[in-house]
């Protein structure tokens, strides 16, 4: 049997994630993997297989086989169109200096009958793993009374980032009503 070390403690908050998103979510063992475990996850939009490894390395062995078995998955469950929004998410707990590596990339755009989503870097904590899975879990709420406007988010910012606010309101005032960034 090939050995991983699978982070189940980062599974274990991945499912949580996604109960509380209301996925249907089933556990299974790696099948050929010491000590390693992988969530399938449906919702009406996504098919996911999702494991966790402490390190790269441990990623790239447990995605063959969750890439197989949810691909087995996919082709005798008959989903029809949703087997094209499929993914195998792979989650570490280190890594994240290893983000855009050429190897994390060759994984991660690898799109030979599923897609994948690498996160290196995640805590075994529920918003890094939301933050992680963002892609598949809906938008949050706005908050009571909308948005606020982007100029005035944009005031904010120029603000931040050391121009004065009576400047800062003027030069958005006058793009507003010239649509001219140089005051031309």
């Known amino acids: 049997m090939t050995s991983v070390r699978g982070d189940s403690r980062l599974l274990s908050v991945a499912r949580r994630v996604l109960d509380?998103?209301?996925?249907?979510?089933?556990?299974a063992r790696v099948s050929g993997v010491d000590d390693a475990a992988w969530l399938l996850a449906e919702n009406e939009y996504f098919v996911l297989g999702v494991t966790a490894g402490e390190t790269f390395d441990d990623l790239l062995v447990l995605e063959g086989y969750v890439a197989a078995a949810l691909g087995e998955r996919l082709h005798s469950d008959g989903l029809g169109a949703k087997r094209w929004d499929s993914y195998v998410v792979l989650l570490a707990s280190a890594g994240a200096d290893q983000r855009g590596q050429p190897d994390?990339?060759?994984?991660?755009?690898?799109?030979?009958?599923?897609?994948?989503?690498?996160?290196?870097?995640?805590a075994?904590?529920?918003?890094?793993?939301?933050?992680?899975?963002?892609?598949?879990?809906?938008?949050?709420?706005p908050p009571p009374g909308g948005l606020p406007s982007a100029f005035d988010e944009l005031i904010q910012q120029?603000?931040?980032?050391?121009?004065?606010?009576?400047?800062?309101?003027?030069?958005?005032?006058?793009?507003?009503?010239?649509?001219?960034?140089?005051?031309r």
């Open 20 to 27: 509380y998103h209301h996925f249907r979510v089933q556990e």
């Open 104 to 122: 994390v990339v060759r994984l991660q755009y690898n799109t030979r009958s599923l897609r994948r989503l690498v996160c290196l870097g995640t």
């Open 124 to 141: 075994a904590h529920e918003d890094a793993v939301a933050s992680a899975l963002a892609t598949f879990l809906p938008l949050p709420d």
């Open 158 to 183: 120029l603000v931040i980032n050391g121009i004065p606010p009576d400047r800062a309101a003027g030069a958005v005032a006058n793009y507003r009503a010239t649509g001219a960034v140089d005051g």
